[in-house]
């Protein structure tokens, strides 16, 4: 592991253009552990005003990789292999949290798990999505990181 | 099915606030089928300049979602009970194409299929991504729709 | 919830025919809670002298599909609509312990989780799998049970 | 590949004790594609007089494995790393075909597909399910193969 992993995740986050897109900040970070959190705007709906599935899945995809990325010496990093998301309940309220963690290391492959909680206004959490990711260990690529 | 299923998708792709949010477009749109596309930017990316994983969930949950609601009927809706997608190849490019298709319809559950090509600088077209998911079959809810 | 739901559930298991075939057997009976244990033989293991990915899977499908059997009406039964399993170590040992739980009830679906366990010959045990599955609710079929 | 992939195939089958336990035979090996088939018999069934999900999902995890196996150079072999089955019908008939496929080769893993149909009574041929599934390239293990 690499002693350093916070700074080097930070300076990641810097640039997941996409995780700022959607609004998503991550809040916690633990060896194996990412929590964020997201305000619930009317961006993240779909049709129906509930979350949108891709939110969700986005979510969880920067938690579990991140989570598995703390773990990694620095001159590694990882890609999601695979990913499934289940929906158990519509996701409709004021705040998103969404955790990521390592459930089995590897030298090469990474098992991960995450889910979803959303507070509704009368600040009750509902389970939203359990999740469950495949990472792949790979040399640093050739960029900024 | 419903005759008026191209009307009706559009009149639900004006509430996908997520899908704009994120620069996607669907264009072609028939019974049991759904092919969209993004053209590609940096907000886009994660931090190895690669297709964040969450955006081609994302897509792909959105062409598998609006393939299954081509073949309902007027009174009902799907929402995602499950997705899962694979990882064939990090995505770099210019345009990104995402097909959605019915596999297996079902009274109360739909079984869905997807994938998404990269088109690079060079025009060559790369397969990125597979994936499955299962929509759930409900009745429209109370909303605009 | 069935009161009688230990008996209809012994029931079911006498003609489990594929369960008897593979030597499983169902060891606790909890609402919502399955577990059954397996003694490894040679006729569980592929070419490596692993136990088959298959054996795992199968072990899997039943604990998680009786633990949502615990939990229906009289008149209703589940099938698998979906199953993912990981493989996180090589199961070799003398026995084998799956279980399987309902994390999300619901009136068509249920999400299940399950795990498998192997103990080796010194009495250690090791986690080898990881498990989810749908369970699609339906009208018990006219036959036996 | 390996040019001798079948008969280094068939040694490995003489080794696949569940495979033989259950009744499963492949029938034709070919570069990257597996098919088999197996005689349906009470023994594969379960309680509702269909064929058990764990069956459908053992010979499946066969076939794809096996059809990644035939890409292999000779000092490697596959595990399953993950397995994600779907079930479109229930099994019921005289003969179950299982089918799978390399759909992505890689140095590290494979992303295999695969598929079951059930022959009924009448000739008729019925897709059951559908498969995905991610083999781990491994070393050779230090046994009989």
Chains 1, 2, 3, 4 share one sequence.
């Not at 996409?18 to 009317?42: Q, V």
């Not at 995809?61 to 990325?69: L, P, R, V, Y």
């Not at 009750?124 to 690529?141: F, H, R, Y």
Request: charged share 25%.
């Amino acid at each position: 592991m690499n002693p350093d992993y916070k700074s080097r995740l930070k300076k990641a986050l810097e640039r997941q253009f996409f995780m700022k897109l959607i609004g998503f900040d991550i809040t916690r970070i633990e060896p194996g552990f990412i929590e964020g959190e997201l305000n619930i705007e009317e961006k993240h709906m779909q049709q129906h005003d509930f979350l949108h599935g891709g939110l969700m899945a986005s979510c969880l995809d920067i938690a579990m990789g991140f989570s598995a990325f703390t773990l990694l010496p620095p001159d590694k990093a990882v890609v999601t292999a695979d990913i499934n998301i289940s929906y158990y309940n519509p996701g409709d309220g004021v705040k998103l949290i969404a955790r990521g963690w390592v459930d089995k290391p590897g030298s090469r492959l990474y098992f991960c798990e995450g889910e979803i909680s959303v507070i509704d206004k009368n600040g009750k959490e509902v389970l939203t999505n359990k999740a469950k990711s495949i990472m792949c260990v790979i040399d640093v690529p050739p960029v900024k990181l």
